[in-house]
């Protein structure tokens, strides 16, 4: 496996919380990414980000916030957990400028939100 | 808006027999598609990936092939095992915007010994 670790594995939180995902890479890959998992709609992609500092939207960011202050560290925050967050969240990584570069994923936290 | 699909019903196939699966995309042109597999409760791993102007790639047991007129690309796997055994993921990209794939929901594959 790629030297990527996600922490928590698993975690249950009350509605309204703040939680915090974290993604820790020993690669030095560049780019990093947030998906989330849920039955019938596969991998949807969060946030990603291209740098220290630097990250963008995906198709699924409202409620979402991420921080990039390291290279090796890619946290993902839910302000305000709602129920709907519920879900399988998956880091993935990859090192080539070229974006046809493989993913390389984590072994995802599940998180329900009860 | 563009959408990725995959078979959502488990495929069951007998061991040594070929498993084909399929994705089909629609309102979508993607540059590539890339292949990954996924067992219960891991990420994702990187199978194979295939470019637009490429008709057909292999790998070892594995085979995929892209078909930009059908929007349509199957994934082979020969001589099946009961290793083979997991869910089949289908990622798409373009070379332009947005640097993420798009994902479709997986087809899950069942050998049996």
């Known amino acids: 496996d790629a030297g990527i670790t996600q922490s928590p594995r698993h975690k249950v939180t009350e509605t309204g919380t703040p939680v915090t995902l974290r993604c820790h890479q020993t690669e030095n890959h560049r780019y990093m990414y947030w998906y989330r998992q849920d039955p019938g709609h596969g991998l949807r992609l969060i946030h990603y980000s291209y740098g220290v500092k630097d990250t963008d939207k995906g198709e699924v960011s409202d409620g979402y916030s991420v921080s990039r202050s390291k290279t090796e560290d890619f946290l993902l925050t839910l302000e305000s957990a709602t129920s709907s967050q519920t879900s399988v969240y998956f880091c993935?990584?990859?090192?080539?400028?070229?974006?046809?570069?493989?993913?390389?994923f984590g072994n995802g936290t599940r998180l329900t939100v009860t | 808006s563009q959408k990725i699909e995959q078979n959502s019903e488990a495929l069951n196939i007998q061991e040594g027999k070929t498993a084909t699966l399929t994705c089909n995309y629609t309102?979508?042109?993607?540059?590539?598609l890339q292949w990954y597999r996924q067992d219960p409760g891991r990420g994702p791993v990187f199978l194979l990936l295939i470019r637009e102007n490429e008709k057909e790639k292999r790998k070892e047991r594995l085979k995929v092939t892209f078909d930009t007129t059908l929007k349509q690309s199957l994934f082979h796997i020969t001589a099946s095992q009961p290793a083979d055994s997991a869910t089949y993921l289908c990622?798409?990209?373009?070379?332009?915007?947005?640097?993420?794939?798009?994902f479709g929901s997986g087809t899950r594959l069942q050998v049996q010994p």
């Open positions: 309102n979508y042109s993607p540059a590539y």
């Open positions: 993935a990584i990859s090192e080539s400028r070229d974006k046809n570069s493989p993913l390389h």
């Open positions: 990622g798409a990209g373009r070379d332009t915007g947005r640097r993420a794939l798009t």
